[in-house]
């Protein structure tokens, strides 16, 4: 994983001019300092100019995935944009609840995950994957064509079953509540981790550690439509959220949401930012959502915290 730094200033001007109209005033109040106080906010870094932007590990390249969104977010607001390390997704939660991140591209049960570790976040939009669709994508329970004998969930009782991670929202959580829902207890013994769900469709692919399994639907659909697994069946998934910190400058906060929220592929480009191939294949933009929109995770590890020790932390 490598790190990069990026700069824009589309914004910069805007931001000057905000600032300029805020020195017009003349605070001469405590109620004024409490109030600039306010305006500073908090940077993870330390720095007014630097943001920090983190992106979960959940595949191969995840950071250079991610590249034209720094640029872009770069771009918004006039700051350089620096990646935060993260090695797996704990990483992501605790910088999170640390405030060593400022804005993050996360998974639905991350982001419930980081509120429990004490993050004060809020979510700026949550992804779509295609133009026309809401915010949403879909968990596949898979199965290997030589797995002749599974036709439901039911089937994959009493063998090994492939999930992605411990805190995968479409690879964990979610598949261990449509299993329970089917009567399905999937012992510690089959319980088989791909650990990202490129990894995990390949594993199912294979057909050695595990003939059934769960993985994203951008990576399954591939391997569906050559043959390589077969799906038995779908389950719509909160969208991804990119969130950002409550403690960050209030101004920053409703730049982001205006230039984020309800954006499509073209608010890249008509900022200068060329999309790779990945977010032109996987992503189309971001919706406007709200905390709301993720109670469904909430409820979910009420029911499978049991099962999913992540949902109990």
């Known amino acids: 994983m490598h790190s990069s730094i990026v700069r824009g200033a589309a914004a910069l001007a805007g931001l000057t001019l905000a600032f ?6 003349t605070p001469s109040s405590a109620e004024d300092t409490a109030s600039d106080d306010t305006a500073a ?7 007014e100019n630097t943001l920090v932007f983190a992106t979960l590990p959940d595949h191969e390249g995840a950071d250079q995935d991610a590249q034209p969104i720094a640029d872009w977010i770069a771009a918004i607001t006039g700051k350089d944009v620096e990646f935060f390390e993260a090695t797996d997704y704990t990483a992501v939660v605790q910088g999170l609840a640390a405030g060593q991140i400022d804005i993050a591209q996360i998974s639905a049960f991350t982001y419930y995950q980081a509120q429990n570790a004490g993050a004060d976040i809020v979510p700026i939009g949550a992804q779509i994957t295609s133009e026309g669709a809401e915010p949403g ?3 596949v329970a898979l199965k290997n064509p030589a797995a002749t004998d599974v036709t439901s969930l039911a089937d994959f009782a009493d063998r090994p079953v492939c999930f992605v991670n411990p805190t995968s929202t479409s690879g964990r959580a979610i598949p ?26 390949a594993k199912i692919a294979e057909g050695v550690d595990c003939q059934v399994g769960f993985a994203q639907d951008v990576d399954a659909d591939p391997l569906i439509e050559s043959g390589a697994l077969e799906e038995i069946d779908r389950y719509l998934v909160p969208a ?16 982001l949401i205006e230039a984020i929220a309800d954006s499509t592929q073209s608010s890249l480009t008509d900022a200068g930012v060329e999309l790779n191939e990945f977010l032109t294949e996987n992503w189309f933009g971001f919706g406007k959502v709200d905390d709301s929109y993720y109670d ?13 020790e992540a949902c109990a932390a």
Do not use: W
């Open 20 to 25: 300029g109209l805020a020195a017009c005033s």
């Open 240 to 255: 991804a959220p990119i969130v950002m910190q409550a403690g960050l400058p209030q101004a920053l906060q409703d730049q």
């Open 41 to 47: 906010g908090t940077f993870a870094s330390g720095d």
């Open 176 to 201: 261990a509540g449509q299993l329970k829902s089917a009567g399905v207890t999937v012992s510690e013994e089959n319980t088989v981790f791909g650990e990202e769900h490129d990894l995990t469709a």
């Open 296 to 308: 469904n995770i909430r409820t979910v590890c009420d029911e499978v915290a049991d099962i999913v």
């Open 137 to 139: 994508y879909y968990s």
